[in-house]
């Protein structure tokens, strides 16, 4: 069984900062893609598939506000 990592450890591994918008928009594409066909498969809103598929579109939303509200002030 593998080591869980915080928060701050995991968005080290995974650092999306660097994306370009484009890049963004395309991955959270097919995250979303990723989660429907899950779901037309049968896969239940809380399996540890949909809530993993979940937080990383999560990760990605975050960084598109952020730099949105950069964009405003």
């Known amino acids: 069984m593998g080591i869980l990592a ?3 450890e ?3 591994q995974n650092d999306i900062s660097h994306f370009s ?3 963004l928009q ?3 594409e ?3 893609n990723q989660m429907e066909e899950a779901v037309q498969q049968g896969e ?3 399996s540890k598939h949909m809530v993993k598929l979940s937080q ?3 990760a990605y ?3 598109v506000q952020a730099r949105k509200m950069r964009c405003m002030s």
Request: charged fraction near 25%.
């Open 30 to 32: 097919n995250i979303l």
């Open 56 to 58: 990383q579109l999560d």
């Open 26 to 28: 395309n991955v959270m």
């Open 6 to 8: 915080s928060r701050k």
């Open 61 to 63: 939303v975050l960084i």
């Open 44 to 46: 239940s809103l809380t």
């Open 10 to 12: 995991d968005y080290a």
């Open 21 to 23: 918008d484009e890049a």
